[in-house]
């Protein structure tokens, strides 16, 4: 059993109780949790290692929904409109996976952990990000994806599905669980979307789908035109939407375990029916801004659960949750900043784990022990500052530990 205690210990349950100079056991899972009082006097023979001035202890970061294939990309694709992002994602395909080489795509998870990382929700078009999500040390939820919406294509696309989701449960462990995602309702065939549900609800996997991601999605799937018409006509020969989006969320009953990113652009009756389907928001904020998409409103979902994720470095610089949540920060500037710091820092750990279904994202007794530590540079005077003071400057850890192990000082 270990024993570390700090200045601060965020707990990240659903009241956000925050221990000062707090203290924790633990080995694969945590034992218990006080304060550095309680400790000595409970357990007075163990040496509590204090992780020094200023110190932090908190959950690990859930990164709910990451794209690893794309990892090569830095400067090659086209920024500021969606659609026009989509059609330089088409182009630069073949030469952006052919790049995103296992080295590079450890390095990436490897910096992960660094930055506090703990846990992704990995959403895989190919399976060739595999390998490096098997032997990481991260937790991977690994989301086998079905994409196409061609009707002639339909059953050479599934089988194909099936043979990569057959090889992601052969590999399945505690720390590589499969999942399935459906890419998005412009892109994705009703009848592949019933399919891979089916197989979802049988083996009880968690589900996750992009939806209502920029103003051209919206048009499309509601009145077949905008932006997209002349990417479907062109690309695809398809002249009108497969879809609604209501009818599309419709689909998504009796899933346990299940997100929908972006919903940005989200009408109050599909957040009702997010809702309903007891879905779980998953904010990224950075590929939101710079594929010009417009900013969730925070208000606007009320209690529907939020997660948040980095969305792949196709549409993003970096994937450190600290610097993620630092632009979320700042961008919803209709919310009181103290109150937005604590949202956001939950959405990171626990509403990450409520999504993806682990026992994960909260420091409590018998919940996973995936826990990081950090220093601020001064001292905090109220814990109502907390949560800023974590996500202004904070972007590395000192200690990040995965089912007990710290990744970073072995
Ligand atoms: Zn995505």
Redesign the pocket.
């Known amino acids: 059993m270990k024993f570390i205690s700090a200045n601060w210990l965020l707990t990240c349950d659903d009241n956000f109780e925050i221990i000062e100079n707090g203290a924790i056991a633990f080995d694969e899972k945590i034992i218990d949790i006080g304060t550095i009082d309680e400790f000595q006097i409970k357990y007075p023979k163990d040496n509590i290692e204090y992780l020094g001035e200023n110190s932090v202890i908190m959950p690990g970061l859930i990164n709910t929904?990451v794209?690893l294939e794309f990892s090569a990309n830095k400067t090659t694709l086209q920024y500021g409109n969606f659609v026009k992002w989509l059609f330089s994602v088409m182009e630069h395909r073949e030469e952006l996976i052919e790049k995103a080489t296992k080295e590079l795509i450890d390095k990436e998870l490897s910096n992960m952990i660094s930055n506090g990382t703990t846990t992704i929700g990995a959403?895989s078009s190919y399976g060739f990000d595999m390998d490096s999500c098997i032997q990481t040390p991260l937790n991977v939820v690994y989301f086998t994806e079905i994409l196409g919406s061609k009707a002639d294509m339909i059953d050479t696309l599934f089988v194909d599905f099936q043979a990569k989701l057959k090889s992601a449960i052969t590999h399945k462990s505690e720390n590589f669980i499969p999942a399935i995602a459906v890419h998005s309702p412009y892109s994705t065939h009703p009848f592949l979307i019933r399919e891979v549900l089916n197989i979802a609800k049988e083996n009880k996997m968690a589900v996750s789908a992009?939806f209502q991601e920029s103003k051209a999605e919206n048009d499309w799937l509601n009145h077949s035109n905008g932006e997209f018409e002349s990417f479907f006509k062109d690309m695809l020969d398809q002249h009108k939407s497969l879809t609604k989006p209501s009818d599309f969320l419709e689909q998504f009953k009796n899933i346990e375990h299940l997100s929908f990113?972006h919903c940005v652009e989200a009408n109050e009756k599909e957040l009702e029916q997010i809702k309903k389907l007891g879905a779980t928001i998953t904010h990224c904020p950075n590929s939101n801004r710079l594929l010009n998409n417009s900013i969730l409103n925070i208000s606007y979902l009320k209690d529907i659960p939020l997660a948040m994720g980095t969305?792949?470095l196709s549409s993003n610089n970096t994937l450190n949750m600290f610097e993620e949540i630092r632009n979320a920060f700042f961008m919803h500037t209709n919310l009181d900043s103290a109150a937005l710091a604590d949202k956001l820092i939950q959405a990171s750990t626990n509403g990450g784990a409520k999504a993806l279904g682990l026992n994960k994202g909260i420091l409590k007794k018998d919940f996973d022990a995936d826990i990081i530590a950090f220093q601020l540079p001064d001292r905090c005077n109220n814990p109502k500052n907390l949560s800023s003071s974590i996500i202004l400057h904070t972007s590395k850890t000192t200690h990040t530990y995965i089912k007990g192990n710290d990744e970073l000082n072995k």
């Open positions: 929904h794209h959403i992009h990113t969305d792949g």
